[in-house]
T-cell receptor
Framework: DAGVIQSPRHEVTEMGQEVTLRCKPI?????LFWYRQTMMRGLELLIY????????DSGMPEDRFSAKMPNASFSTLKIQPSEPRDSAVYFC?????????????FGDGTRLSIL | QKEVEQNSGPLSVPEGAIASLNCTYS??????FFWYRQYSGKSPELIMS????GDKEDGRFTAQLNKASQYVSLLIRDSQPSDSATYLC?????????FGTGTRLQVFP
């Protein structure tokens, strides 16, 4: 079975540009999570979806960040405009049920560098 | 107080020894507990889950949970150099996991 698929693997762009990160969850998984990982703050939950509906976006740092899940097999995380402090590794994860049932499976991540 | 506390390490152990990784958490409502291993430059990979007090063994790994003390640990027996990685503790409540910042383990030959 294919795992969680993220694209691109690496992204380098200049400050002020729009950045779009993409994620395809494991088929049949109802939950999708977006995380950001930095050395200083570790792995932070940004937002998660259940059955394509955003449930908790309290981790989204500011209005420059937005996430959508138009269908069960695709989600995007957008940053507009991007800033150097957004440089991090962004992970997408999915799970078949809520955390009390099954663990989360992570994609390979997108390493984002904002110059 | 952080929601999940782990010693950042590095924890250095010789090959063949037992590595003991510890984690405390603040949310008493946490129902499930996971240990993830993350190699440098890679994504977190699940290695253990535990849901009730006591010990759970899987191969060389043993997870221990004490909900009254809000403490969870991971023991790695017969440590190998390939176990060198960062280990993330992640308690879960309802749908979410809260990750600790991880303990870096180094196993030297």
């Amino acid at each position: 079975d294919a795992g969680v698929i993220q694209s691109p693997r690496h992204e380098v762009t200049e400050m002020g540009q729009e950045v779009t990160l993409r994620c395809k969850p494991i088929s049949g998984h109802d939950y999708l999570f977006w995380y950001r990982q930095t050395m200083m703050r570790g792995l932070e939950l940004l937002i998660y979806f259940n059955n394509n509906v955003p449930i908790d976006d309290s981790g989204m740092p500011e209005d420059r960040f937005s996430a959508k899940m138009p269908n069960a097999s695709f989600s995007t995380l957008k940053i507009q405009p991007s800033e150097p402090r957004d440089s991090a590794v962004y992970f997408c994860a999915s799970s078949p049920t809520g955390v009390s049932g099954q663990p989360q499976h992570f994609g390979d991540g997108t390493r984002l560098s904002i110059l | 107080q952080k929601e999940v506390e782990q010693n950042s390490g590095p924890l250095s152990v010789p090959e063949g020894a037992i590595a003991s990784l510890n984690c405390t958490y603040s949310d008493r409502g946490s129902q499930s507990f996971f240990w993830y291993r993350q190699y440098s430059g890679k994504s977190p990979e699940l290695i253990m889950s535990i849901y009730s007090n006591g010990d759970k063994e899987d191969g060389r790994f043993t997870a221990q949970l004490n909900k009254a003390s809000q403490y969870v640990s991971l023991l790695i027996r017969d440590s190998q150099p390939s176990d060198s990685a960062t280990y993330l503790c992640a308690p879960g409540n309802t749908d979410k996991l809260i990750f600790g910042t991880g303990t870096r383990l180094q196993v030297f030959p």
